[in-house]
Structure formats: structure tokens, C-alpha cells
């Protein structure tokens, strides 16, 4: 079956760094995606990696192990409004994206 | 447009009614999806559009829920008999296939069945 397995909840103290981990099992696959969703709205597109590796974009980055079936998004000197959900999302050889129930991270002053 | 459009933002009906969902996507893209989503939980899969065809409706829940694309773009989800479990927020997405970033979000019908 396909699976999607990230922390539920996260905290983390403005300015500082925090990794979200993410591990899944798809019937092929097509690349992985990070989104972001603020309570209350849609989710908005982060990052995508199809190969393994990092990739870096400001203040976000993630990473890709597609032996391992793994994925982090980091974020680096956090920000208050970085308070939201964030949800790791594969895609399977039917470029279905493939959804977990997402980390909720929550920033503290 | 230059985003996905859905409309209303907001819907309450009564249970046992009927309702239509409406999703304008971004122009040329042929790829739109419907998910819907509840509190604390990832977007649930629907269904899938490639073009006017329903390329995958694996995720409609039953056949209260129906959707249509007629001519390629907006697409339309319809809901019978509403059931007060059918109360979530119901998104729709597009994707070019060009394009490698993935969806492009609506902002989500919030359908509440009282």
C-alpha cells in the first residue's frame, strides 16, 4: 500500500532551526513535494525533489533519500508566521500526489 | 486566471440537500483534482480530470458524489443527499503537465451540513 509517516506535531523557539522528517512507500514514484498550509487556507507549494540530494531555497531546504524512502524539509532562522502545517506529499507513477496528514509546527517567541 | 478559483467559499445546507462545488482552474491546465480535507488531516484524493475525462474517481466516497468537466476547464462537484459526514473543506487543484511544481491550490469550498 502507499504510506506517508511525518510527525504529528512540532515546537520550536523563533530564530532557531528546525527538520521535519518524512518517510514513505509509493507504487512508483514521481518526486516528492513539500507544502505548506496556514490554518484555515489551502496548501501552498514549498519544494520538490526528484532526485537525491538538497535543495536549498532560502530559508527552506530539503533533502531526498529515494533508496532509503525518506525526505526532511529544514528551516532555518524561523519565524513566527512559519507557524502552520507541513505536509510531505510523494507522487506515484500515476503523478497521483499521495498525502499525508501533515506536522503541525508551532513557534514560540 | 492567474489562480484556481473556487466558489462559494462557504456553503451551509441542510442534510438531504443537494450542492454544487465549482472550480475554475488556471488557463491550460489540463490536469484538476478534488480533494477534500478535515480538521488535522491531509487532502483526501476524489478524483482526477485529464481534460474533460474523469481519468481516476477511485476516491468518491459513494455515488451521492459526482463531478464534470465538460469542456476541458471548470469543473463541477455534486453532492446529493447531503450527509452531515460530508461536512468538510473541499479542494481543487490544478496542474499543468509541463509543469514539475506540482498543484496549484484552490482556496477550498468550507461545506457545512447542519
Known amino acids: 500500500g502507499q504510506n506517508i509517516d511525518q510527525p504529528t506535531e512540532m515546537t520550536a523557539t523563533e530564530g532557531a532551526i528546525v527538520q521535519i522528517n518524512c518517510t514513505y512507500q509509493?507504487?512508483?514514484?514521481?518526486?516528492l513535494f513539500w507544502y505548506q498550509q496556514h490554518a484555515g487556507e489551502a496548501p501552498t507549494f514549498l519544494s520538490y525533489?526528484?532526485l537525491d540530494g538538497l535543495e536549498e531555497k532560502g530559508r527552506f531546504s530539503s533533502f531526498l533519500s529515494r533508496s532509503k524512502g525518506y525526505s526532511y524539509l529544514l528551516l532555518k532562522e524561523l519565524q513566527m508566521k512559519d507557524s502552520a502545517s507541513y505536509l510531505c506529499?510523494?507522487?506515484?507513477?500515476?503523478?497521483?500526489?499521495?498525502w499525508g496528514a501533515g506536522t503541525k509546527l508551532i513557534i514560540k517567541p | 486566471g492567474a489562480g484556481v478559483s473556487q466558489t462559494p467559499s462557504n456553503k451551509v445546507t441542510e442534510k438531504g440537500k443537494y450542492v454544487e462545488l465549482r472550480c475554475d482552474p488556471i488557463?491550460?491546465?489540463?490536469?484538476l483534482y478534488w480533494y477534500r480535507q478535515s480538521l488535522g488531516q491531509g487532502p483526501e484524493f476524489l478524483i482526477y480530470?485529464?481534460?474533460?475525462?474523469?481519468?481516476?474517481d477511485s476516491g468518491l466516497p459513494n455515488d451521492r458524489f459526482f463531478a464534470v468537466r465538460p469542456e476541458g476547464s471548470v469543473s463541477t462537484l455534486k453532492i446529493q443527499r447531503t450527509e452531515r459526514g460530508d461536512s468538510a473543506v473541499y479542494l481543487c487543484?490544478?496542474?499543468?503537465?509541463?509543469?514539475?511544481?506540482?498543484?496549484?491550490f484552490g482556496s477550498g469550498t468550507r461545506l457545512t451540513v447542519v
Open positions: 509509493t507504487s512508483g514514484f514521481n518526486g
Open positions: 480530470f485529464q481534460g474533460t475525462g474523469a481519468a481516476d
Open positions: 488557463s491550460g491546465h489540463t490536469a
Open positions: 506529499a510523494p507522487m506515484d507513477s500515476n503523478y497521483q500526489l499521495i
Open positions: 525533489n526528484v
Open positions: 487543484a490544478s496542474r499543468s503537465p509541463r509543469d514539475s511544481y506540482g498543484y496549484t
